[in-house]
Protein backbone atom coordinates (compact mmCIF):
# COMPACT_ATOMS: atom_id res chain seq x y z
CA UNK A 1 0.00 0.00 0.00
CA UNK A 2 1.62 3.14 -1.05
CA UNK A 3 2.05 6.80 0.66
CA UNK A 4 1.96 9.68 -1.60
CA UNK A 5 3.81 13.16 -0.45
CA UNK A 6 2.60 15.75 -2.47
CA UNK A 7 4.79 18.73 -2.32
CA UNK A 8 7.51 16.45 -1.49
CA UNK A 9 10.58 18.62 -1.42
CA UNK A 10 9.32 21.12 0.77
CA UNK A 11 9.88 21.18 4.20
CA UNK A 12 7.17 19.58 5.95
CA UNK A 13 6.88 17.11 2.77
CA UNK A 14 10.59 16.00 3.60
CA UNK A 15 10.42 15.56 6.82
CA UNK A 16 7.24 13.36 6.47
CA UNK A 17 8.61 11.66 3.61
CA UNK A 18 12.15 11.16 5.78
CA UNK A 19 9.77 9.84 8.99
CA UNK A 20 8.00 7.37 6.77
CA UNK A 21 11.27 5.87 4.69
CA UNK A 22 12.29 5.19 8.99
CA UNK A 23 8.69 3.08 9.52
CA UNK A 24 9.45 0.85 6.12
CA UNK A 25 6.80 2.34 4.41
CA UNK A 26 6.07 2.34 0.55
CA UNK A 27 6.61 6.30 -0.35
CA UNK A 28 5.96 7.66 -3.77
CA UNK A 29 7.21 11.09 -4.13
CA UNK A 30 4.86 13.76 -5.93
CA UNK A 31 5.33 16.99 -7.35
CA UNK A 32 6.73 19.51 -10.23
CA UNK A 33 9.18 18.52 -12.61
CA UNK A 34 12.84 20.39 -10.59
CA UNK A 35 16.04 19.58 -9.76
CA UNK A 36 15.00 19.65 -6.24
CA UNK A 37 12.51 16.59 -6.85
CA UNK A 38 15.08 14.62 -9.13
CA UNK A 39 17.49 15.35 -6.29
CA UNK A 40 15.58 13.66 -3.66
CA UNK A 41 13.98 10.93 -5.98
CA UNK A 42 17.74 9.69 -6.67
CA UNK A 43 18.91 9.60 -2.95
CA UNK A 44 16.10 7.66 -1.69
CA UNK A 45 15.59 5.50 -4.65
CA UNK A 46 11.68 6.20 -4.01
CA UNK A 47 9.07 6.85 -7.50
CA UNK A 48 8.30 9.77 -8.39
CA UNK A 49 4.98 11.07 -10.23
CA UNK A 50 5.29 14.56 -11.69
CA UNK A 51 2.21 16.58 -11.44
CA UNK A 52 1.96 20.52 -11.51
CA UNK A 53 -2.08 20.97 -10.70
CA UNK A 54 -4.36 19.59 -8.10
CA UNK A 55 -6.19 18.90 -11.63
CA UNK A 56 -3.19 16.28 -12.69
CA UNK A 57 -2.50 15.39 -9.75
CA UNK A 58 -6.22 14.04 -8.92
CA UNK A 59 -6.05 12.52 -12.47
CA UNK A 60 -2.90 10.44 -10.97
CA UNK A 61 -4.48 9.58 -8.39
CA UNK A 62 -7.66 7.80 -9.94
CA UNK A 63 -5.21 6.20 -11.94
CA UNK A 64 -2.59 4.93 -9.62
CA UNK A 65 -5.21 4.65 -6.35
CA UNK A 66 -2.46 4.98 -3.42
CA UNK A 67 -4.13 4.44 0.08
CA UNK A 68 -3.11 7.47 1.78
CA UNK A 69 -2.16 11.05 -0.30
CA UNK A 70 -0.28 13.69 2.22
CA UNK A 71 -1.12 17.12 0.81
CA UNK A 72 1.65 19.55 1.87
CA UNK A 73 1.35 21.47 -1.13
CA UNK A 74 -0.38 24.76 0.70
CA UNK A 75 -3.15 26.80 -1.42
CA UNK A 76 -5.62 24.25 0.02
CA UNK A 77 -8.78 26.15 -0.27
CA UNK A 78 -7.76 25.68 -4.54
CA UNK A 79 -6.35 22.01 -4.08
CA UNK A 80 -7.96 20.38 -1.43
CA UNK A 81 -11.35 19.44 -2.62
CA UNK A 82 -10.20 18.13 -5.86
CA UNK A 83 -7.45 16.13 -4.48
CA UNK A 84 -9.61 14.75 -1.99
CA UNK A 85 -12.41 13.76 -4.33
CA UNK A 86 -10.20 11.68 -5.91
CA UNK A 87 -8.86 9.84 -3.18
CA UNK A 88 -12.61 8.59 -2.69
CA UNK A 89 -13.16 7.61 -5.99
CA UNK A 90 -10.07 5.39 -5.58
CA UNK A 91 -11.00 4.46 -2.38
CA UNK A 92 -7.94 6.06 -0.87
CA UNK A 93 -7.55 8.21 2.27
CA UNK A 94 -6.43 11.78 2.60
CA UNK A 95 -4.87 14.48 5.19
CA UNK A 96 -3.70 18.27 5.07
CA UNK A 97 -2.24 21.42 6.73
CA UNK A 98 -4.76 23.71 6.32
CA UNK A 99 -5.55 25.88 9.14
CA UNK A 100 -7.83 28.66 7.67
CA UNK A 101 -11.53 29.41 7.75
CA UNK A 102 -12.22 28.63 3.95
CA UNK A 103 -10.12 25.14 3.03
CA UNK A 104 -10.96 23.43 6.38
CA UNK A 105 -14.85 24.21 6.32
CA UNK A 106 -14.59 22.93 2.65
CA UNK A 107 -12.92 19.51 3.16
CA UNK A 108 -15.43 18.76 6.54
CA UNK A 109 -18.46 19.64 3.87
CA UNK A 110 -16.98 16.54 2.02
CA UNK A 111 -18.16 14.57 4.91
CA UNK A 112 -20.69 12.35 3.72
CA UNK A 113 -19.30 11.87 0.56
CA UNK A 114 -16.68 10.19 2.02
CA UNK A 115 -18.35 8.41 4.58
CA UNK A 116 -20.16 6.79 1.86
CA UNK A 117 -16.71 5.81 0.10
CA UNK A 118 -15.28 4.52 3.14
CA UNK A 119 -12.77 6.78 3.02
CA UNK A 120 -11.39 9.17 6.00
CA UNK A 121 -10.38 12.68 4.86
CA UNK A 122 -8.09 14.65 7.58
CA UNK A 123 -7.72 18.38 7.28
CA UNK A 124 -5.51 20.69 9.53
CA UNK A 125 -2.89 17.62 10.18
CA UNK A 126 -0.48 19.95 12.27
CA UNK A 127 0.68 21.99 14.59
CA UNK A 128 -1.85 24.45 13.39
CA UNK A 129 -5.72 22.94 14.03
CA UNK A 130 -4.58 19.99 16.80
CA UNK A 131 -2.18 21.70 19.30
CA UNK A 132 -5.54 23.38 20.78
CA UNK A 133 -8.13 21.32 19.15
CA UNK A 134 -6.71 18.48 21.39
CA UNK A 135 -6.32 20.84 24.56
CA UNK A 136 -9.94 21.63 24.44
CA UNK A 137 -10.77 17.99 23.69
CA UNK A 138 -8.63 16.92 26.81
CA UNK A 139 -10.61 19.57 29.12
CA UNK A 140 -13.82 19.18 27.51
CA UNK A 141 -14.36 15.37 27.66
CA UNK A 142 -16.69 13.45 29.96
CA UNK A 143 -18.06 17.28 30.64
CA UNK A 144 -20.99 19.25 30.13
CA UNK A 145 -21.17 21.60 27.09
CA UNK A 146 -19.18 24.72 28.21
CA UNK A 147 -20.49 29.03 27.93
CA UNK A 148 -16.90 29.61 26.39
CA UNK A 149 -13.66 28.26 25.01
CA UNK A 150 -10.16 30.63 24.53
CA UNK A 151 -7.63 29.03 22.44
CA UNK A 152 -4.02 30.39 21.65
CA UNK A 153 -1.93 28.63 19.20
CA UNK A 154 1.58 29.83 19.96
CA UNK A 155 3.92 28.37 17.52
CA UNK A 156 7.52 28.48 18.08
CA UNK A 157 9.34 27.91 14.50
CA UNK A 158 12.55 27.92 13.10
CA UNK A 159 13.09 30.12 9.70
CA UNK A 160 15.11 28.27 7.23
CA UNK A 161 16.95 30.35 4.06
CA UNK A 162 15.45 30.82 0.84
CA UNK A 163 12.22 32.43 -0.40
CA UNK A 164 9.05 32.56 1.10
CA UNK A 165 7.35 30.38 -1.13
CA UNK A 166 3.71 30.21 -2.76
CA UNK A 167 1.64 27.65 -0.07
CA UNK A 168 2.97 30.38 2.76
CA UNK A 169 2.20 33.63 0.75
CA UNK A 170 -1.31 32.34 0.21
CA UNK A 171 -1.94 31.84 3.90
CA UNK A 172 -0.81 34.78 4.61
CA UNK A 173 -2.49 37.23 2.33
CA UNK A 174 -5.75 34.88 2.62
CA UNK A 175 -5.44 36.05 7.22
CA UNK A 176 -5.60 39.21 5.55
CA UNK A 177 -8.63 38.89 3.33
CA UNK A 178 -10.81 36.67 5.68
CA UNK A 179 -10.55 39.73 8.19
CA UNK A 180 -11.35 38.84 12.32
CA UNK A 181 -13.68 36.15 13.31
CA UNK A 182 -15.07 34.47 16.06
CA UNK A 183 -18.20 32.69 17.43
CA UNK A 184 -20.61 34.65 19.50
CA UNK A 185 -24.47 32.61 20.65
CA UNK A 186 -22.80 29.94 18.26
CA UNK A 187 -22.44 31.90 15.02
CA UNK A 188 -19.84 32.74 13.42
CA UNK A 189 -19.41 36.71 13.15
CA UNK A 190 -17.06 39.61 12.13
CA UNK A 191 -13.88 41.12 14.66
CA UNK A 192 -11.47 42.99 14.49
CA UNK A 193 -8.58 41.28 13.11
CA UNK A 194 -5.99 41.54 15.45
CA UNK A 195 -7.91 41.94 18.88
CA UNK A 196 -7.89 40.70 22.18
CA UNK A 197 -3.84 41.26 22.24
CA UNK A 198 -2.05 40.02 25.05
CA UNK A 199 0.86 38.60 26.60
CA UNK A 200 0.88 34.99 27.59
CA UNK A 201 3.10 33.63 30.35
CA UNK A 202 3.75 30.27 29.37
CA UNK A 203 4.22 27.32 32.09
CA UNK A 204 7.89 27.27 31.39
CA UNK A 205 8.41 31.23 32.34
CA UNK A 206 8.93 32.42 28.60
CA UNK A 207 6.77 34.12 27.05
CA UNK A 208 4.53 34.80 24.06
CA UNK A 209 2.45 37.34 22.19
CA UNK A 210 -0.65 36.28 20.56
CA UNK A 211 -4.09 38.38 19.25
CA UNK A 212 -6.86 37.18 17.11
CA UNK A 213 -6.75 35.76 13.80
CA UNK A 214 -9.24 33.80 11.09
CA UNK A 215 -8.19 30.37 11.57
CA UNK A 216 -9.46 27.29 11.74
CA UNK A 217 -8.13 26.79 15.42
CA UNK A 218 -11.87 28.47 16.23
CA UNK A 219 -13.58 26.02 14.49
CA UNK A 220 -12.48 23.02 15.83
CA UNK A 221 -12.46 24.41 19.12
CA UNK A 222 -16.25 24.71 18.45
CA UNK A 223 -16.77 21.52 17.19
CA UNK A 224 -14.74 20.07 19.64
CA UNK A 225 -16.63 21.70 22.72
CA UNK A 226 -20.06 22.90 21.45
CA UNK A 227 -19.30 25.74 23.09
CA UNK A 228 -21.59 28.88 22.08
CA UNK A 229 -18.84 31.55 22.83
CA UNK A 230 -15.27 30.69 21.33
CA UNK A 231 -12.12 33.08 20.49
CA UNK A 232 -9.05 31.73 18.67
CA UNK A 233 -5.34 33.95 19.01
CA UNK A 234 -2.44 33.15 17.45
CA UNK A 235 1.35 34.30 17.69
CA UNK A 236 1.78 34.47 14.42
CA UNK A 237 0.07 37.95 14.28
CA UNK A 238 2.12 40.88 14.21
CA UNK A 239 2.64 42.21 17.85
CA UNK A 240 3.19 45.47 16.79
CA UNK A 241 0.29 47.87 17.33
CA UNK A 242 0.94 50.18 14.75
CA UNK A 243 0.72 47.30 12.01
CA UNK A 244 -2.52 45.68 13.71
CA UNK A 245 -3.91 48.74 13.08
CA UNK A 246 -3.72 48.84 9.59
CA UNK A 247 -4.86 45.39 9.24
CA UNK A 248 -8.54 45.56 8.88
CA UNK A 249 -7.77 48.17 5.80
CA UNK A 250 -4.93 46.23 3.83
CA UNK A 251 -7.29 42.93 4.15
CA UNK A 252 -10.47 45.19 2.45
CA UNK A 253 -7.71 46.09 -0.23
CA UNK A 254 -6.78 42.59 -1.01
CA UNK A 255 -10.08 41.20 -1.65
CA UNK A 256 -9.78 42.41 -5.07
CA UNK A 257 -8.78 39.52 -6.70
CA UNK A 258 -5.72 40.87 -9.10
CA UNK A 259 -4.37 43.03 -5.91
CA UNK A 260 -4.26 39.20 -4.30
CA UNK A 261 -2.90 37.57 -6.65
CA UNK A 262 -0.08 39.97 -7.59
CA UNK A 263 0.34 40.19 -3.37
CA UNK A 264 0.73 36.52 -3.26
CA UNK A 265 3.13 36.12 -6.29
CA UNK A 266 5.47 39.85 -4.23
CA UNK A 267 5.38 37.83 -1.37
CA UNK A 268 6.31 34.12 -2.54
CA UNK A 269 9.70 35.93 -4.09
CA UNK A 270 10.17 37.67 -0.82
CA UNK A 271 14.30 36.47 0.60
CA UNK A 272 13.87 35.26 3.96
CA UNK A 273 17.04 34.69 6.09
CA UNK A 274 17.59 31.77 8.24
CA UNK A 275 16.16 32.87 12.53
CA UNK A 276 16.29 30.25 15.35
CA UNK A 277 13.29 29.93 16.65
CA UNK A 278 12.49 32.52 19.39
CA UNK A 279 10.95 29.78 22.46
CA UNK A 280 12.55 26.57 23.79
CA UNK A 281 9.22 25.49 22.90
CA UNK A 282 5.72 25.74 20.86
CA UNK A 283 2.48 25.61 23.24
CA UNK A 284 -1.35 24.86 22.26
CA UNK A 285 -3.32 26.52 25.18
CA UNK A 286 -7.34 26.38 26.09
CA UNK A 287 -9.15 28.45 28.97
CA UNK A 288 -12.74 26.82 29.06
CA UNK A 289 -15.51 27.94 30.81
CA UNK A 290 -18.85 26.57 31.99
CA UNK A 291 -22.10 27.83 32.56
CA UNK A 292 -21.85 27.85 36.42
CA UNK A 293 -18.49 29.87 36.29
CA UNK A 294 -16.13 26.84 36.35
CA UNK A 295 -12.68 27.18 34.56
CA UNK A 296 -10.05 24.83 33.59
CA UNK A 297 -6.95 25.83 31.30
CA UNK A 298 -4.53 23.18 29.96
CA UNK A 299 -1.49 23.34 27.72
CA UNK A 300 -0.43 20.77 25.00
CA UNK A 301 3.53 21.67 24.97
CA UNK A 302 6.05 20.49 21.93
CA UNK A 303 8.97 21.18 20.53
CA UNK A 304 9.53 23.37 17.04
CA UNK A 305 5.97 23.75 15.43
CA UNK A 306 7.33 22.61 12.19
CA UNK A 307 8.56 19.15 13.45
CA UNK A 308 5.56 18.58 15.41
CA UNK A 309 3.19 19.13 12.21
CA UNK A 310 5.51 16.53 10.22
CA UNK A 311 5.20 14.45 13.27
CA UNK A 312 1.39 14.91 13.15
CA UNK A 313 0.92 13.89 9.10
CA UNK A 314 3.01 10.80 9.65
CA UNK A 315 0.92 9.30 12.15
CA UNK A 316 -2.06 10.31 11.05
CA UNK A 317 -0.82 8.64 7.68
CA UNK A 318 0.59 5.49 9.30
CA UNK A 319 -2.82 4.68 11.14
CA UNK A 320 -4.65 5.43 8.00
CA UNK A 321 -2.59 3.42 6.00
CA UNK A 322 -3.46 0.29 8.77
CA UNK A 323 -7.26 0.82 8.18
CA UNK A 324 -8.02 3.10 11.62
CA UNK A 325 -9.31 5.89 10.24
CA UNK A 326 -13.46 6.47 10.75
CA UNK A 327 -14.88 6.88 7.49
CA UNK A 328 -15.47 10.54 6.90
CA UNK A 329 -14.12 13.93 7.08
CA UNK A 330 -12.84 15.13 9.77
CA UNK A 331 -10.24 17.38 12.15
CA UNK A 332 -7.42 15.21 13.66
CA UNK A 333 -8.35 15.51 17.54
CA UNK A 334 -12.39 14.83 16.03
CA UNK A 335 -10.40 11.95 14.01
CA UNK A 336 -7.95 9.90 16.53
CA UNK A 337 -9.40 11.54 20.02
CA UNK A 338 -6.32 14.39 22.29
CA UNK A 339 -4.13 11.08 22.33
CA UNK A 340 -2.95 11.51 18.54
CA UNK A 341 -1.26 14.77 20.44
CA UNK A 342 1.09 12.83 22.68
CA UNK A 343 1.92 10.32 20.02
CA UNK A 344 3.29 13.14 17.80
CA UNK A 345 5.45 13.71 20.76
CA UNK A 346 3.39 16.19 22.69
CA UNK A 347 2.14 16.64 26.30
CA UNK A 348 -0.85 17.47 27.00
CA UNK A 349 -0.92 19.43 30.67
CA UNK A 350 -4.44 20.00 31.90
CA UNK A 351 -5.27 22.22 35.31
CA UNK A 352 -8.79 21.86 37.21
Known sequence: MSIWVLGATGRVGSAVTARLLDRGDDVVLVGRESGRLREMAANTGLPVIIADTA?????????????????????YAESATVIARACLRGGGHYLDQAADLTAVPRLLDLHDEAAAAGSTLVTGAGFGVLATEAVVAALCEGRPVPAEVRVDALASVAVDDGLLGTALAASIIDVLVTGGRRYRNGRLVRSRLGAGAQLITLPDGEQAASSEAPSAELLAARRAS???DVTATTAMMPASPVVRAVLPLTGRLLRLEP?????IRRLAGTQVKAAPR??????????????DGTSREGWLRTGEAMD?????????????ARGEGKPGAHT??????PDLATAAGGRIITRP
Open 55 to 75: ERIAAAIERERPAVVINTIGN
Open 226 to 228: GAP
Open 259 to 263: LRRFA
Open 278 to 291: PRTHSWGHAVVTWP
Open 308 to 320: FTAAVATEIAARL
Open 332 to 337: PAAAFG
